[in-house]
């Protein structure tokens, strides 16, 4: 308005246009007008993408892919911190018995080792119990068949007590158990678990990284494509410099392509995920299932798609506008 | 209306274009500016378009100096003139009625005063009808006729124009001047830059004439 007082010429005009409307409110009328402004920026920006079909996919299947490979690897991360999350708690011990050592003597084995107070379930495996869970799983069940003796030790599986969590004391355990005169060997999961954790905390880490420079890409390809668009409507741009258009009026347009570049990169990246996670779904449950675990493959959750939603439009509306804000400044009328 | 004191413009490649150029336009006048190829009449409807600041020298527009008018401000001036080009400088790939709607659109009018101005702006020009024409579809009269429109739609106290008949056949730019007389009717300011000495000549209009920079004739 400012600007505006400074013209009284302008001040007439806009009295005339006053006259000529409903009563009612010029402001209203302006309020209006200016949505109406917004509102088909916003359409025909979008408009503007399908009238251009092939231009338009090339740019969003390169940011779609790059989304992808971000979000997706993002998945893939939290689906095995679920897994090892699950992993936490079977801090189990097997100890394998000696050859020797008889059914009975197990058993007795056994029932001491529920004495102790740090454990909180027992389990005696027999060797031919051992014997027909590997049929089962491994498919060797005729090669083992002709096997004349059973060579699977006696195994007792040793759950310590959930409060238990401590790795210095469930490593005296483990330890003591370890020296009994029964024991052959003695294996914990501990170990193992831990180093998937470290595994895990790693790729998150690398899932940070890549989705970081994912998302530099994003950014340099959605200012690079609204670069691209002043370029080929650098005729308008300057028509509209000429009849008194702002740069703030001229930017809008290409703000809102830019917005919705960002936008449907990321509803078609969505896509690309969680088709992937279907076809994943089915071979990941059967291992599941082979782990008799509780194991489900996660999806996006309603937080994580609005947030990918949201992530791609904001880095593409925000290299557009600072491609915009340094090219349609130096657009000039010569 | 339109004043200019010593204006001087200077470029580094080519030198003083303008030298101590000083007029004064009234409202309601309209004024011909003529002279040699390269005299520098562009440039000084440039410089009233801010597309170019002169070197030394002040310009006053409407009561306001142009050399105090920063970039921001600079669209809000140019709402307050309506340029007419040689080439037309349409969208073409827009509809008559869009590119007459432009200076409206940009300076946020609802879209029923849109439709009425724009209506009555190409009714004054004899193109009403042809609103759903796409310039390339319109004859170079008719198409120059859509720049008017679209330079006087928001109602403008100045128009310019830059060799607005360049282009046409006599008879074509004949029309196109009565046009400017037209708005001369109702308190227009109007300069043409034009080297059609003809032309002008049967116009009976005031004349500016400018040769190697330097006026020699208002
Ligand atoms: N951007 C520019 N840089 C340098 N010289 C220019 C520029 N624009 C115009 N000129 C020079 O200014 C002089 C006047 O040009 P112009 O005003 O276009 O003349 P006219 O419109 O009368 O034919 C010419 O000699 C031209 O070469
Ligand atoms: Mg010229």
Known sequence: MKQIDKYPHKIQVKQDTRQTQKAGGSFTDRLIAWRDQHAQALFSSLGG??????????????????????????????????????????????????????????????????????????????????????KNFSGFGDAIDSLEKNPLPIVIEVLPKDALVDKEKLTSLFENFKKATEVDFAQIDLEWVARLQAIVSSARLAAILLSTVLAMAVFFIAGNTIRLEIHNRREEVIIAKLVGATNRFIQRPFLYTGFWIGFLSGVAAWFIVTFMMLILRSSVENLSGLYASEFHLLFFSYFETLTLLATSTLLAVIGSWLVLHIQVKQLKPE | MLKFEQVTKRYPETGDVLRNVSFHLKPGEITFLTGHSGAGKSTILKLIALMERCTRGEIVLDGQKLSTVNERQVPYVRRKMGF???????????????????????????HHEISRRVRAALDKVGLLGKEKKFPLGLSGGEQQRVGIARAVVNKPPLIIADEPTGNLDPELSAEIMLLFEQFQNVGVTTLIASHDISLIERMHHRVLRLDHGQLVES
């Open chain 1, 49 to 134: 993408l399908f009238a251009k079909p092939f231009t338009s996919t090339m740019t969003i299947g390169v940011l779609a892919i790059a989304i992808a490979l971000a979000s997706g690897f993002y998945l893939v991360v939290v689906n095995l911190q679920q897994l090892t999350g699950g992993l936490e708690a079977s801090n189990q011990i097997s100890l394998f018995l000696r050859d020797e050592i008889s059914e009975t003597r197990a058993k007795q084995f056994a029932d001491s080792i529920r004495k102790n107070t740090d454990v909180q379930e027992v389990n005696v495996i027999s060797k031919q119990q051992a014997m027909q869970e590997f």
């Open chain 2, 84 to 110: 007419i080009f040689q080439d037309y400088k349409l969208l073409q790939s827009r509809t008559v009625f869009d590119n007459v709607a432009l200076p409206l659109v940009i300076e946020g009018y609802g």
